[in-house]
């Protein structure tokens, strides 16, 4: 998927670029680079619902879409939620959260010069409003800037 390449290249970049200014650890930079996808965690709610409708066509099921349910994922407080989570994983639990919100904010800053076909894709407000955002500079399916 060329957008998680675009996510991932640009968290690298930055973090090369902050270990060539301020002398940091290079070791980071995957951290960074997991911080860039975790707002895309949402698309997982598609996997999960893809795999329940191949089962509920073998079973004769009712199909239940939960691809909204993962949509909160894609907002600075779901994401932030979930690197708090992953970032208690680790001994230098701090650390590692301040580097996974590194990558989250590389990920909504590229995120926010798209234009979606739905009419917006950022919650930035989760909590207090379901408003998307977006700047409409770049179209989803342009390959050029």
Same mark, same amino acid.
């Given at each position: 998927? *060329?957008?998680?390449? !675009?996510? !991932?290249?640009?968290?690298?970049?930055?973090?090369?670029?902050?270990?060539?200014?301020?002398?940091?650890?290079?070791?980071?930079?995957?951290?960074? &680079?997991?911080?860039?996808?975790? *707002?895309?965690? =949402?698309? &997982?709610?598609?996997? =999960?619902?893809?795999?329940?409708?191949?089962?509920?066509?073998?079973?004769?099921?009712?199909?239940?879409? !939960?691809?909204?349910?993962?949509? +909160?994922?894609?907002? +600075?407080?779901?994401? &932030?939620?979930?690197?708090?989570? !992953?970032?208690?994983?680790?001994? =230098?639990?701090?650390?590692?959260?301040?580097? %996974?919100?590194?990558?989250?904010?590389?990920?909504?800053?590229?995120?926010?010069?798209?234009?979606?076909?739905?009419?917006? =894709?950022?919650?930035?407000?989760? +909590?207090?409003?379901?408003? &998307?955002?977006? %700047?409409?500079?770049?179209?989803?399916?342009?390959?050029? +800037?």
């Amino acid at each position: 998927m *060329p957008d998680w390449l !675009v996510h !991932v290249l640009a968290a690298w970049i930055l973090w090369k670029l902050l270990v060539l200014r301020f002398n940091f650890n290079n070791k980071f930079a995957s951290i960074v &680079m997991i911080g860039a996808l975790i *707002p895309d965690a =949402e698309k &997982m709610g598609y996997l =999960e619902g893809w795999i329940r409708y191949l089962i509920s066509i073998q079973q004769n099921e009712l199909l239940i879409d !939960v691809g909204y349910l993962f949509k +909160p994922l894609h907002s +600075p407080a779901g994401a &932030m939620l979930l690197a708090g989570i !992953v970032s208690l994983f680790f001994s =230098e639990h701090k650390r590692i959260l301040a580097l %996974l919100v590194l990558g989250i904010s590389t990920h909504f800053f590229l995120d926010l010069f798209l234009t979606h076909v739905t009419g917006g =894709e950022i919650l930035l407000l989760f +909590p207090l409003s379901l408003e &998307m955002y977006q %700047l409409n500079l770049i179209q989803t399916d342009s390959y050029y +800037p």
